[in-house]
């Protein structure tokens, strides 16, 4: 009976312990939670907005939206008076699904996008994905996403959330073409396809090889050292370097490696400017395996962002030409700060100037080499863009 009895206190007196920590570490946890302060000075003014508040929530006829989508929607306004598309709010639940792996597959329709005059338009597709299948094309403006007409105020962040879902799911696209009348109406099947970075060979009836970068993941680097290696041993003499349709992607290593790839010193490939006036210079990778081979780069409107700053530092260096169309221009950092209640907040917080200063964001480069794709050399299957590469390289001008 005593041994039972000891073994009950025994046992209650380790469970008092337990709860003891417990208690212990949830007092602590509470304490430090509640008495930290935020270094955030709060203008004076703001009691206007808590004196809207509280008339919205007094004499609103409708019913109120709950306090956190009230606080998001008040945060919202906020960014929206910044007057710059990229600076945005994402919610808990896309936030979490938003993150850019870049993994080398993704799960939705493939579509690069982006806002320009409050209309959502189409950086990029995605070679061989559904988007890229359909023949979306950049510039092309989506008006409408399933059964949701698309606001004044749309996110491109917004729009990708409404496009992810589940694989082997439809969405229907209203699209508008520039220069078309009519719109079109697109339905895509979400897919999971592997994700290209380079394609390379070499061009038939000639010594040119033709490398085509579609995005900068942490990958790409190295693919485009052993195809760059692989065209080496066909005895190239030149090379296409195709950056048409390339929305980007990872930076700043796949691009400083590949921009040094042609260039022959340790020289600057972009600087990227804060508020505060300062800049932050990048410079090149170590690798050299083009340095002496001649280049021509192919550029459209759906070249953007990481791909805008390898083709502007070949550029600048006089290094290759930029023959087709002016790029998208998109020359902006964002910075991703998770707040407290698991929503993101992204935030634009420098811009990319090429080595010789000239700003990429809302500007683009322009082609040293103007030559349009028209809708005619697409369906005739024709690229007069890669034809006049070819010539530059083989008479140098």
Same mark, same amino acid.
């Given at each position: 009976? &005593?041994?039972?009895?000891?073994?009950?206190?025994?046992?209650? /007196?380790?469970?008092?312990?337990?709860?003891?920590?417990?208690?212990?570490?949830?007092?602590?946890?509470?304490?430090?939670?509640?008495?930290?302060?935020?270094?955030?000075?709060? @203008?004076?003014?703001?009691?206007?907005?808590?004196?809207?508040?509280?008339?919205?929530?007094?004499?609103?006829?409708?019913?109120?939206?709950?306090?956190?989508?009230?606080?998001?929607?008040?945060? &919202?306004?906020?960014?929206?008076?910044?007057?710059?598309?990229?600076?945005?709010?994402?919610?808990?639940?896309?936030?979490?699904?938003?993150?850019?792996?870049?993994?080398?597959?993704? !799960?939705?329709?493939?579509?690069?996008?982006?806002? &320009?005059?409050?209309?959502?338009?189409?950086? $990029?597709?995605?070679?061989?994905?559904?988007?890229? #299948?359909?023949?979306?094309?950049?510039?092309?403006?989506?008006?409408?996403?399933?059964?949701?007409?698309?606001?004044?105020?749309?996110?491109?962040?917004?729009?990708?959330?409404?496009?992810?879902?589940?694989? !082997?799911?439809?969405?229907?696209?209203?699209?508008?073409?520039?220069?078309?009348? #009519?719109?079109?109406?697109?339905?895509?099947?979400?897919?999971?396809?592997?994700? @290209?970075?380079?394609?390379?060979?070499?061009?038939?009836?000639?010594?040119?090889?033709?490398?085509?970068?579609?995005?900068?993941?942490?990958?790409?680097?190295?693919?485009?050292?052993?195809?760059?290696?692989?065209?080496?041993?066909?005895?190239?003499?030149?090379?296409?370097?195709?950056?048409?349709?390339?929305?980007?992607?990872?930076? @700043?290593?796949?691009?400083?490696?590949?921009? !040094?790839?042609?260039?022959?010193?340790?020289?600057?490939?972009?600087?990227?400017?804060?508020?505060?006036?300062?800049?932050?210079?990048?410079?090149?990778?170590?690798?050299?395996? $083009? $340095?002496?081979?001649?280049?021509?780069?192919?550029?459209?409107?759906?070249?953007?962002?990481?791909?805008?700053?390898?083709?502007?530092?070949?550029?600048?260096?006089?290094?290759?030409? /930029?023959?087709?169309?002016?790029?998208?221009?998109? !020359?902006?950092?964002?910075?991703?700060?998770?707040?407290?209640?698991?929503?993101?907040?992204?935030?634009?917080?420098?811009?990319?100037?090429?080595?010789?200063?000239?700003?990429?964001?809302?500007?683009?480069?322009?082609?040293?080499?103007?030559?349009?794709?028209?809708?005619?050399?697409?369906?005739?299957?024709?690229?007069?863009?890669?034809?006049?590469?070819?010539?530059?390289?083989?008479?140098? $001008?």
């Amino acid at each position: 009976m &005593r041994s039972v009895l000891r073994l009950l206190i025994m046992v209650l /007196l380790a469970a008092l312990v337990m709860f003891a920590a417990f208690a212990a570490g949830f007092g602590v946890n509470y304490y430090v939670v509640n008495t930290q302060t935020l270094s955030v000075e709060v @203008p004076k003014n703001f009691g206007l907005f808590w004196e809207a508040w509280n008339v919205l929530k007094g004499e609103f006829y409708g019913d109120i939206p709950s306090r956190p989508v009230m606080t998001r929607g008040a945060i &919202r306004g906020m960014l929206r008076a910044l007057n710059d598309p990229h600076t945005v709010l994402v919610d808990p639940t896309p936030a979490q699904t938003e993150q850019s792996t870049l993994k080398g597959e993704t !799960g939705d329709v493939g579509l690069n996008l982006d806002v &320009r005059s409050h209309v959502l338009v189409i950086v $990029a597709p995605i070679p061989n994905s559904p988007a890229d #299948k359909a023949g979306l094309r950049p510039g092309d403006m989506i008006l409408k996403i399933g059964d949701k007409e698309l606001d004044f105020d749309v996110t491109a962040q917004d729009a990708l959330n409404l496009l992810r879902g589940p694989i !082997g799911s439809k969405v229907m696209l209203s699209v508008r073409r520039i220069g078309e009348t #009519k719109l079109m109406e697109v339905e895509l099947t979400r897919e999971k396809y592997a994700l @290209p970075t380079v394609e390379a060979k070499m061009l038939p009836g000639t010594t040119f090889g033709y490398i085509k970068i579609t995005m900068e993941t942490a990958e790409t680097a190295n693919e485009f050292a052993k195809s760059l290696e692989r065209l080496k041993t066909q005895k190239m003499t030149g090379l296409v370097l195709d950056l048409r349709n390339n929305p980007g992607g990872l930076f @700043p290593e796949p691009v400083l490696e590949i921009a !040094g790839q042609f260039l022959k010193n340790n020289d600057v490939v972009l600087y990227e400017k804060y508020r505060d006036g300062a800049e932050k210079e990048f410079r090149a990778g170590g690798r050299r395996g $083009a $340095a002496d081979l001649p280049v021509a780069v192919l550029i459209n409107s759906g070249t953007a962002s990481a791909a805008e700053i390898l083709a502007g530092a070949l550029k600048d260096y006089q290094r290759a030409p /930029l023959i087709g169309e002016p790029t998208y221009g998109k !020359g902006s950092v964002q910075s991703i700060r998770q707040l407290k209640d698991g929503s993101a907040l992204h935030i634009t917080t420098a811009t990319w100037f090429t080595p010789k200063h000239n700003q990429i964001e809302g500007t683009g480069l322009q082609p040293d080499i103007a030559i349009p794709l028209t809708d005619e050399s697409i369906k005739k299957g024709v690229d007069p863009q890669l034809d006049r590469a070819i010539e530059y390289l083989k008479k140098g $001008a």
